[in-house]
């Protein structure tokens, strides 16, 4: 590799580093600053503070990985033509397509990181960052689905339940429905269902076996017995997608879809968005470098402040697809790529012009 690429590999890697260790600190600030109350009203223990930072850390750097490598391309390629270093090296006969070539090279370093961060590293402190958030400075009602919960749980089972506690494992207007090749066989219903131990309790409960020439109803005041769910089945987590390695991430949409689940589509934005997230990591380069490669008068404060816009208008557009993907039709892979896609369009157009 030759000096240019040393030389420019060294500052994208270096500026990235420092704008991670400037911003992130300032999060975890601002963040305790907002949540002392509440961890001194609760009594936290010190270390589960101290690991909530930790997982914060983590969370906070994989949810704004692209803004912040975006700001620091601008900041040190500013600084470059500000100092007239890219004249020169283009005046010395390199080509800009050759002067791009480190910074593709620190963008797939970079990439590498940011896939490994969000396939392996994310999903663990997320769980961490959320358990806390929920367990001391939330309600775990805000987490589950507690109103009209309607499941397919496996191939022949359906289930209802008009209202769930999550705290006391308890719901009303319990039914389960049984199909064999499409056909009722057999449906259990009860005014409540409590969850002990290993069994469901049910009180009140019926169940009517579909034959042939006639039912047959079985009732009993309260019965405890075993049903074909877990608990924590009936009603998963809203953040449980992000606490999930990608494998398992897998396994757990094929499973909510069998059973029915409203939340496929915040799921798959969970999903798509791993992989998502290394490829912005070579858009924003690319448009960074074809913003800030000329001088301008203004100085680093004009691409500063025209990078910031982008950040913003990319934010914006990441987070509106996002939510419609979540909570409607809206195919969640179309939501999560979009603002790559017009982004990359971007891109492309901004270093047809930086190239002129």
């Known amino acids: 590799m030759k000096i240019l690429d040393w030389y420019i590999l060294k500052r994208y890697l270096f500026t990235f580093l420092m704008m991670l260790l400037l911003f992130i600190p300032i999060g975890i600030t ?70 791009l070539r480190p910074y593709l090279i620190g963008a797939t370093i970079v990439s590498a990181f940011a896939l490994v961060l969000g396939l392996y590293l994310a999903p663990k402190a997320s769980k961490g960052f959320n358990t806390f958030k929920y367990k001391y400075l939330k309600s775990s009602k805000d987490i589950v689905q507690t109103h009209n919960i309607y499941r397919q749980i496996n191939d022949n089972d359906f289930i209802y339940v008009s209202s769930f506690d999550p705290k006391s494992k308890r719901g009303n207007n319990f039914t389960l429905e049984h199909f064999e090749d499409n056909v ?137 697809f996002g939510v419609m993907a979540e909570q409607s039709d809206f195919s969640p892979i179309i939501a999560v790529w979009f603002p790559n896609l017009l982004f990359g369009i971007l891109a492309g157009y901004l270093l047809y012009n930086a190239k002129r």
Do not use: C
Request: aromatic share 14%; no cysteine; proline share 2%.
């Open 184 to 320: 009722l066989k057999y449906k259990i219903s009860a005014n409540s269902i409590t969850y002990k131990d290993t069994t469901y309790r049910l009180v009140n409960y019926i169940k009517r076996t579909v034959g042939k020439h006639e039912d047959i109803i079985e009732t009993v005041r309260r019965k405890d017995t075993l049903l074909p769910f877990d608990v924590d089945d009936l009603t998963p987590v809203e953040y449980i997608a992000e606490t999930l390695q990608y494998g398992e991430l897998n396994r757990f949409i094929e499973k909510e879809k069998q059973r029915g689940s409203s939340n496929i589509g915040r799921y798959e934005v969970v999903k798509y968005k791993k992989w998502s997230l290394p490829v912005s990591v070579f858009i924003l380069t690319i448009i960074a470098v074809a913003v800030s490669s000329v001088k301008r008068r203004g100085g680093m404060g004009v691409n500063l402040a025209f990078g910031i816009t982008i950040a913003m208008v990319y934010v914006f557009f990441d987070k509106v």
């Open 30 to 99: 601002v963040n305790l600053a907002e949540k002392i109350g509440k961890i001194l009203e609760k009594e936290v223990p010190f270390h589960a503070v101290a690991q909530y930072y930790l997982d914060f850390t983590i969370y906070f750097a994989n949810l704004l990985f692209p803004i912040f490598l975006f700001l620091s391309v601008i900041w040190f390629t500013s600084k470059l033509a500000n100092n007239t270093e890219i004249v020169a090296f283009l005046s010395s006969g390199v080509s800009f397509s050759r002067f």
